[in-house]
T-cell receptor, first 111, second 113 residues
């Protein structure tokens, strides 16, 4: 289930389950959104992105959904594996470049 | 094609010393971004540079911090007279164009004693 820890929201799932990680953004002018995965001690790793002229984009085992009306972004991971355990960040930008990162969600996958 | 490279990976400094963090972007990328991450927090934008130009430094503290991206060589983030509050992970990202996906390096973890 999903819980809010002292610092990071945490989502705990069983191996093989589908995971959904949510993100609310605040800037209605944002037109580009990215999901990053960060493992302990490493830099953020690009997973998938979506521009504001789309509401859904699929990758390998991952799908990003964008709801501009309520300023909500979600990342769906199919058949979650222990290697998916990490902190997941959504990031948004408007115009040219600067990314604004969300707080992050820790995904814990149990075998 | 090597990814974004950062060095050193770990840096320990005493209060008052200088810290120099280096970032080599991916081949073909001319846009570099620096971010800072405190424990269990998201990354916070600091500065955006192109070759020999600072494009946006709105996230950079006004004092003690500076960044450059010379025509030749890596981008440098410089922190003078470090204080304990500067302890953090500093990440560099690069992209080929300003509107493209940013790819991150492994980070430099700065510890100020």
């Amino acid at each position: 289930g999903e819980s809010v820890g002292l610092h990071l929201p945490t989502l705990s799932v069983q191996e093989g389950d589908n995971s959904i990680i949510n993100c609310a953004y605040s800037n209605s002018a944002s037109d580009y959104f990215i999901w990053y995965k960060q493992e302990s001690g490493k830099g953020p790793q690009f997973i998938i992105d979506i521009r504001s002229n789309m509401d859904k984009r699929q990758g390998q085992r991952v799908t990003v959904l964008l709801n501009k009306t309520v300023k909500h972004l979600s990342l769906q991971i199919a058949a979650t594996q222990p290697g998916d355990s990490a902190v997941y960040f959504c990031a948004e930008s408007s115009g040219y470049s600067t990314l604004t990162f969300g707080k992050g969600t820790m995904l814990l996958v149990s075998p | 094609n090597a990814g974004v490279m950062q060095n050193p990976r770990h840096l320990v400094r005493r209060r008052g010393q200088e810290a120099r963090l280096r970032c080599s972007p991916m081949k073909g990328h001319s846009h570099v971004y620096w971010y800072r991450q405190l424990p269990e927090e998201g990354l916070k934008f600091m500065v955006y540079l192109q070759k020999e130009n600072i494009i946006d430094e709105s996230g950079m503290p006004k004092e003690r911090f500076s960044a450059e991206f010379p025509k030749e060589g890596p981008s440098i983030l410089r922190i003078q007279q470090v204080v304990r509050g500067d302890s953090a992970a500093y990440f560099c990202a690069s992209s080929p164009q300003s509107s493209d996906t940013q790819y991150f390096g492994p980070g430099t973890r700065l510890t100020v004693l």
